[in-house]
Structures are given as structure tokens and as C-alpha cells.
């Protein structure tokens, strides 16, 4: 702090939360199996379409508000 200058009043802090959905899909088979093994060993993971899932990712930060520049985590407000 400077001469003169008046102390910052106490920091609060925010949490800002963000949730993302997304597809992803995949095949599992071995060429080095028939198709029949490839059914028995795999099942429905063996879908010549490909088998998906379904996700859900939720990312939370938290950081002190800067009270001279309104300014939190990442950036302006």
C-alpha cells in the first residue's frame, strides 16, 4: 500500500460453476475374431454403428473478487 492510501476493504469470494454435455461412441472388435466372437466377447460394444455414452462434466472454480478492478477467476465480470 502507498502513502496516503486507504486499505482495500476485505475480498469476498465467487464461485462461478459451468456444466457441459458431450456424446462420445466407440466400436470394440478385433479382425483377428469372426464376427460371431466378436458379438460373444463384445456384445452390444461390437455394434458395427459404434455403442455411445452420454456425459456430463460440471467444472466449479472459486477466487477472490478484486474490490479496485471488479475482476474475479479468469477474467472481467
Same mark, same amino acid.
Request: with cysteine; proline share 5%.
Given at each position: 500500500m502507498e502513502v496516503?492510501?486507504?486499505?482495500l476493504k476485505p475480498? $469476498?469470494?465467487?464461485?462461478?460453476?459451468r456444466?457441459?454435455?458431450f456424446n462420445?461412441? &466407440?466400436r470394440l472388435h478385433s479382425n483377428c475374431l469372426s464376427a460371431e466372437?466378436? $458379438?460373444?466377447?463384445?456384445?452390444?460394444?461390437n455394434?458395427?454403428?459404434?455403442?455411445? &455414452?452420454?456425459?456430463?462434466v460440471e467444472v466449479?472454480?472459486?477466487?477472490?473478487v478484486s474490490v479496485r478492478i471488479c475482476m474475479g477467476v479468469g477474467g472481467s465480470w
Open positions: 496516503g492510501e486507504k486499505p475480498t $469476498r469470494t465467487a464461485l462461478v460453476t456444466v457441459e454435455s462420445a461412441a &466407440h466372437e466378436n $458379438r460373444r466377447i463384445f456384445g452390444k460394444c455394434n458395427p454403428n459404434g455403442h455411445g &455414452h452420454n456425459y456430463k466449479t472454480v472459486r477466487g477472490e
